[in-house]
């Protein structure tokens, strides 16, 4: 029997399930591969579970998602983690420090019809998650990779090197060291092939931070720059700043974590 | 779905092929619709809100992952915004990679609709990837014609979804016109491609159906509009530069609803492709001028049905515009214009895939943003798809619930509409704390 897929969404742009539908060459041969038993961005045929593999996308933020996700979980073998939101939250856990009602007013006319919880939380704050993708958007190539690991039974391998490796491995010029940009690319993971650098920007952190990531070495750097701190920590807080944060706080104090106090930490 | 004595309730808890989250709800009782609503569910995630405070540099990037369908029209329109802030417009050649950038965006979003998310409901498909058991040329071909797109934005924005090459000013740096020149074959053959779209999409069978609202646009001196500072409705009744936008336009927060819905202090209007056709049919280029010649759709077109024609259309535009950026394209000296920050208000809007997207900054003398404000083209269209729903109901309540269904669900489907965009904004408006 082929492999039954089903593509959750949750709260996200859209983009990352987008990449499954942008994967051209592939799309009509995954179709005969495995059976697509819930994708609702593609298809209005929707078959009941159990799913052999759940990709899901998007950020828990509503009371419905906490319980949606947990059904998901129950229904399906394997849950792949996909993108930014999925995996840390997204950019929309910015409101995780802030004061939400607050927001909501800032939006909303009349906040008493929205229906949100203060935070928003990735997958795996809320069940068990198998695979996790990284990336805002997540690298359509490390998808695919992933989907045909599971389909042959294999588990998935992501690299967790730093974006700052790949720059060197394909001879891209230092945007840091010779351009003077500021750059997350020493902290970040890669997965991306170091898009940015390529084309002569530096980092922005989409991917979250890698393994071996030394924040206090780079906070030193981008000072002298002549960053503020405010700047360095908006760098870092935007597309996955739940785990730039948590990153920061298990490095202070070991010599390793980043000196600005820059409130609540996850 | 359920069907009780008296009355039915049409149900629809998530509808497929939209991107988005979204419901649809119709209630009918002794043959008269007393409700059809579009709901939308999608959570909202605030951009908005934490924009305030954020550096005038990050708007395109940020604003981008609202939707990752259309992350070039909301890197656009917020450039556009920030630089008639600051006093600065960018022209020339760093103006023409914006509009193939955008090129690639409309073609990848109008291709994806027509093929994938739209034609499976003429054709009775509950999806692409069923269709292609049956026509699998058929779906290659927009496969391949997708691609192509999603090259030109990975050429020009260094990648498809959220591209990274975008800044205010310009781009961080200017692609090399060797490896534009090479994608010319693969453009010329999609042109073809695209005709060929428009033929077999014009074959379809159109619900009878025409909808009396006014369609608006942004319009352009010179060219269809993609980018531009005006604003226009094809009735000529308004014709204004985009700072007035929001003297003429709101949104209203319905209680349904996580998006808010826009209101015109002249009535009904929709936006979209329908819209920027019935503004600027005669300023198509030669290709697709022909294409609507050929398919015999002039001005007004007034049935929505008809509206993936007319997105077969704009995709003919779209390669031969790219196909003449290319061919003309010389390096730019400098990949993006130098900005300097002050304090001021800027408006942007340009012409996403699924039309009008308006965006507002007040910013601070350090650069820094004071408040936003972003009205994306799905809460615009969303009273137009609730009218015509209602209609269409009324108009066929003799079908079984699940045609009914079917036919309300193809109904929203014409709007192409984004509920990722939809749900986020509204007014902002400023907080006394
Ligand atoms: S991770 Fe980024 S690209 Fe993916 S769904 Fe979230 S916002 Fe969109
Ligand atoms: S270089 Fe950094 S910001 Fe750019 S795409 Fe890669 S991970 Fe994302």
Redesign the interface.
């Known amino acids: 029997m082929k492999p039954r897929i089903a593509v959750w ?1 949750f ?9 499954l ?2 994967c ?2 592939e ?2 041969a995954l ?1 005969n591969a495995v059976e ?1 038993a819930y ?8 078959e009941d579970g159990p799913y052999d593999v759940s990709i899901v996308e998007g950020s828990i ?2 009371a419905h ?1 906490e319980e949606r996700i947990q059904e998901v979980r129950e229904n399906s073998g394997v849950v792949v983690a996909i993108g930014a939101c999925a995996t840390a939250g ?3 856990a ?2 995780n420090f ?1 004061d ?1 009602e ?9 906040p008493e ?4 919880l203060a935070t ?1 939380t990735p997958i795996g704050e809320h069940i068990k998650v198998d695979v996790e993708l990284r990336g ?2 997540i690298d359509r190539g490390q998808l695919l990779a992933a989907i045909s690991a599971l389909v042959l039974g294999h588990a998935p391998r992501t690299k967790t090197s730093p974006v700052c490796l790949d720059c060197k491995q394909n001879g891209i010029t230092c945007v840091l060291v010779s351009k003077g940009r500021p750059c997350l690319g020493p902290i970040t993971q890669t997965g ?1 092939g170091a ?2 650098p ?4 530096g980092c ?1 952190g ?1 991917f979250g931070p890698a393994d071996t990531a030394n924040v206090d070495a780079l906070t030193a750097q981008l000072r002298q720059l002549g960053m503020t701190d405010v ?1 360095i920590d ?1 760098m870092m807080n ?2 996955a700043t739940t785990q730039f944060r948590k990153l920061v706080a298990d490095q202070a104090g070991t010599g390793r974590g980043g000196s600005d106090d820059s409130g609540e930490q996850v | 779905m359920s069907h009780r004595t008296g009355g039915r309730i049409l149900n629809v808890k998530a509808l497929a092929r939209v991107e988005g989250e979204g419901a649809l709800h119709v209630a009918v009782r002794d043959n008269e619709v007393l409700d059809a609503k579009l709901q939308i569910y999608e959570p909202p995630r605030f951009f908005e809100a934490f924009l305030e405070g954020r550096d005038f540099r990050e708007p395109p990037d940020i604003t981008a992952r609202i939707c990752g369908i259309c992350p070039v029209a909301y890197q656009m329109s917020s450039c556009t915004a920030i630089e008639s802030a600051f006093g600065v417009s960018v022209e020339g050649q760093l103006a023409e990679l914006r509009r193939l950038l955008y090129c690639g965006e409309w073609i990848e979003s109008h291709v994806l609709h027509i093929y994938m998310l739209h034609a499976p409901d003429f054709l009775g498909y509950p999806g692409a990837i069923e269709m292609a058991a049956e026509h699998r040329d058929l779906v290659q071909r927009g496969l391949r014609m997708k691609k192509i797109g999603n090259q030109l934005m990975e050429l020009v924005g260094g990648r498809a979804i959220h591209p990274v090459n975008v800044r205010i000013g310009g781009f961080y740096s200017s692609p090399d016109p060797e490896r534009m020149r090479e994608m010319l074959p693969d453009l010329r053959w999609a042109l073809d491609a695209a005709q060929e779209t428009v033929d077999w999409v014009n074959t379809f069978s159109f619900p009878a159906y025409e909808g009396d609202w006014e369609f608006v646009s942004v319009v352009q001196p010179d060219r269809y509009p993609i980018m531009g500072d005006r604003i226009r409705s094809a009735s000529g009744v308004l014709d204004i530069p985009v700072a007035e936008f929001l003297d003429h336009f709101s949104e209203e927060h319905v209680a349904h609803s996580n998006a808010l819905h826009g209101k015109w202090d002249r009535g009904q209007y929709v936006v979209g492709p329908l819209a920027r056709f019935a503004n600027a049919q005669d300023q198509l280029p030669p290709g697709a001028a022909a294409a609507a010649d050929r398919v015999d759709l002039h001005g007004e077109v007034r049935n929505p049905y008809k509206s993936i024609i007319v997105r077969a259309i704009e995709v003919v535009a779209a390669y031969e515009e790219a196909i003449r950026i290319i061919e003309d394209y010389v390096r730019p000296t400098a990949p993006a214009i130098p900005v300097r920050p002050r304090a001021s208000v800027g408006h942007g809007v340009s012409e996403a895939p699924r039309g009008l997207l308006y965006h507002r900054y007040f910013l601070k003398d350090d650069g820094s943003i004071d408040s936003c404000d972003i009205v994306p083209p799905t809460a615009q269209n969303q009273p137009a798809i609730e009218h015509d729903l209602l209609h269409v109901v009324e108009d066929n309540l003799s079908l079984s619930d699940a045609d009914l269904t079917h036919l309300c669900e193809q109904t929203i489907r014409n709007y192409d509409p984004c509920i990722s965009c939809a749900t986020h904004f509204l007014e902002i408006r400023r907080v006394d704390v």
């Open positions: 969404k709260s996200s742009c859209d983009g990352c399930q987008l990449s539908l942008d051209e060459d799309l009509l179709g697509i994708f609702l961005e593609a298809t209005s045929r929707v933020t509503t998602d997204g950019i929309q910015l409101k802030a939400v607050e927001y909501k007013r800032i939006v909303y006319a009349h019809y929205v229906d949100t928003s805002c958007p991306c898009l940015c390529s084309i002569g920007r922005f989409c700047g908006e935007t597309y």
